[in-house]
């Protein structure tokens, strides 16, 4: 057993944490091996080289086969040495049998973080304890690969949390310009919609009144609800654009599904609210 602390030998028992757990850490590198094995002889002592050479920016995992037959079924290994990259708990890369020393090094290294990925990574680590720390992170990684979406979004995202809501517009628009939105991004991009929204206490109080007065005026509710879903008060505001829905067909019913819709992006689909409302609307629709 190795002495290295970036290799481990993993169990049935601890797989879990070793492998899948570990590699939302930093990358990992499953080695399915076997101690009849011959390649597997060869290219074992090469990981650990490599893994005590890139010193703590990998771990290498190794498995027995027969240790852990049920995770080598699950990663479908039918031929060893097997070796599997992970990454957020996701394999992004493998290989079967042996490569050569310069081989191995060269796929190792494809699969470790870029400058960029790394100030990314430490943006996140201060994003809530220091935004505007995070904010200049987030923009360093952007001139050193400034299609990385990753460093983008995290830039829009502590922009929301500094206010800086003219700023966060415009960066979101840039990622708009491909055509498409990543879920995260389809988020903040409703909650940038929201922002928008917000009004003073006072006026807040105002919008109830009008409601109060005149609860059939859909489009006062729709005011209503507006802002407060732009003060965070998500399930009264979720409660009046129900109550919009419900009354019937229209532009006001259009907008109000369209709000309710957005406040589920920002909840989370995990968030007990969404759950509820989603089905509520939906029942409310069809």
Not at 149 to 178: D, F, P, S, T
């Amino acid at each position: 057993m190795s002495n290295s602390p970036w290799v481990v030998e993993t169990s049935a028992e601890t797989f879990q944490q070793d492998v899948i757990e570990r590699s939302k850490q930093m990358p990992v590198v499953l080695d399915f091996w076997a101690a009849w094995c011959q390649p597997c002889r060869k290219l074992g002592p090469m990981l650990e080289r490599m893994a005590n050479q890139f010193a703590g920016q990998f771990t290498l995992v190794k498995a027995d086969v027969e240790q852990v037959p049920e995770a080598a079924q699950a990663f479908r290994v039918d031929g060893i040495p097997a070796v599997y990259a992970l990454r957020n708990g996701m394999v992004v890369d493998s290989f079967v049998g042996l490569l050569t020393e310069p081989q191995l090094k060269q796929w190792i290294e494809s699969l470790l973080p870029s400058e960029a990925d790394q100030l990314v990574q430490q943006a996140e680590a201060v994003e809530k304890s220091d935004p505007a720390k995070a904010a200049e992170l987030f923009q360093k990684a952007l001139v050193v690969e400034d299609d990385l979406v990753a460093a983008a979004i995290g830039l829009i995202r502590v922009q929301l949390a500094l206010e800086q809501v003219e700023e966060a517009e415009k960066n979101l628009a840039k990622l708009n310009e491909r055509g498409y939105l990543e879920p995260e991004a389809e988020r903040l991009q409703a909650e940038l919609h929201l922002r928008r929204s917000r009004v003073s206490g006072g006026d807040l109080t105002a919008l109830e009144a009008a409601v109060k007065q005149a609860p059939n005026d859909q489009a006062a509710r729709l005011k209503f609800a507006e802002a407060l879903l732009g003060a965070g008060n998500y399930e009264p505001g979720l409660k009046e654009l129900l109550t919009v829905v419900e009354a019937g067909p229209g532009p006001n019913r259009d907008k109000a599904r369209q709000l309710m819709v957005d406040a589920f992006k920002i909840l989370g689909e995990g968030n007990p609210l969404t759950g509820t409302f989603r089905r509520n609307l939906s029942l409310a629709l069809y």
